[in-house]
């Protein structure tokens, strides 16, 4: 009997690329602290919470705020990125996703998202792909950021599926460490060296053909 099996996906870098959004907003930031923040810097807030985020930008700046002032900042830098989102369309969708979105559907394998980002179903809504997944766990989701596993653990518990039969799409390292602390197959999107502990590792989405589809699948 075939294995049943089910995916999960991060949103930021693999379903679509936001993380140039979040740049901007977290760049704008720095510069009225009076510090730079770089595309090298932003790299380290990738699959990081956005309280967390913002801790590590002060780090780099070396600016120490209270509570309150870090409050602040937070919402004004979300409003800016959410003026970025509402924007995006489904020209933004990355390169094979819609392709392997359709694949999954007429094999009837079940999907699901697997994000820290807040602000995931309104991105999924505005690039039309929100009624296309099974289940979505998001950042109101969970109390534990990558790599803790809580994330995908609830997202195969949405999709009534054992954690070692879910394939993980990330493109992140802390998510495929919570994927790997999960027990789940995980693929990685991006650079292999800085990926190597994925199962698998694809230089861009665009890696996603139907022989590798099939490969995963075994």
Same mark, same amino acid.
């Given at each position: 009997? &075939?294995?049943?099996?089910?995916?999960?996906? $991060?949103? $930021?870098? /693999? *379903?679509?690329?936001?993380?140039?959004?979040?740049?901007?907003?977290?760049?704008? #930031?720095? $510069? @009225?602290?009076?510090?730079?923040?770089?595309? =090298?810097?932003?790299?380290? %807030?990738?699959? +990081? @919470?956005? +309280?967390?985020?913002?801790? *590590?930008?002060?780090?780099?700046?070396?600016?120490?705020?209270?509570?309150?002032?870090?409050?602040?900042? #937070?919402?004004?830098?979300?409003? =800016?990125? %959410?003026?970025?989102?509402?924007?995006?369309?489904?020209? =933004?969708? #990355?390169?094979?996703?819609?392709?392997?979105? $359709?694949?999954?559907?007429?094999?009837? *394998?079940?999907?699901?998202?697997?994000?820290? @980002?807040?602000?995931?179903?309104?991105?999924?809504? &505005?690039?039309?792909?929100?009624?296309?997944?099974?289940?979505?766990? !998001?950042?109101? !989701?969970?109390?534990?950021?990558?790599?803790?596993?809580?994330?995908?653990? *609830?997202?195969?518990?949405?999709?009534?599926?054992?954690?070692?039969?879910?394939?993980?799409?990330?493109?992140?390292?802390?998510? /495929?460490?919570?994927?790997?602390?999960?027990?789940?197959?995980?693929?990685?999107?991006?650079?292999?060296?800085?990926?190597? &502990?994925?199962?698998?590792?694809?230089? !861009?989405?665009?890696?996603?053909?139907?022989?590798?589809?099939?490969?995963?699948?075994?």
């Amino acid at each position: 009997m &075939k294995k049943e099996i089910a995916f999960i996906f $991060d949103l $930021d870098g /693999v *379903i679509v690329d936001t993380a140039k959004y979040h740049f901007l907003a977290w760049k704008n #930031l720095a $510069d @009225s602290l009076g510090f730079v923040f770089t595309e =090298e810097h932003n790299e380290l %807030l990738k699959g +990081v @919470s956005r +309280v967390r985020s913002l801790e *590590i930008l002060l780090e780099i700046g070396k600016v120490t705020l209270s509570e309150e002032e870090k409050l602040k900042l #937070l919402i004004s830098k979300n409003l =800016e990125y %959410l003026e970025f989102v509402n924007k995006m369309t489904a020209d =933004e969708i #990355l390169p094979s996703i819609t392709n392997l979105l $359709d694949y999954l559907d007429a094999n009837n *394998i079940k999907y699901a998202l697997g994000s820290a @980002s807040k602000n995931a179903p309104l991105i999924l809504e &505005k690039v039309g792909l929100l009624n296309r997944f099974t289940a979505i766990v !998001d950042g109101n !989701d969970v109390s534990k950021a990558k790599p803790d596993p809580e994330v995908f653990l *609830i997202g195969a518990k949405k999709l009534n599926m054992k954690p070692e039969n879910c394939v993980v799409v990330e493109d992140a390292i802390a998510g /495929v460490e919570a994927a790997n602390a999960a027990k789940m197959i995980s693929i990685g999107i991006g650079d292999a060296e800085l990926l190597g &502990k994925a199962t698998y590792v694809l230089k !861009d989405t665009a890696g996603f053909t139907m022989d590798f589809l099939k490969n995963v699948m075994k």
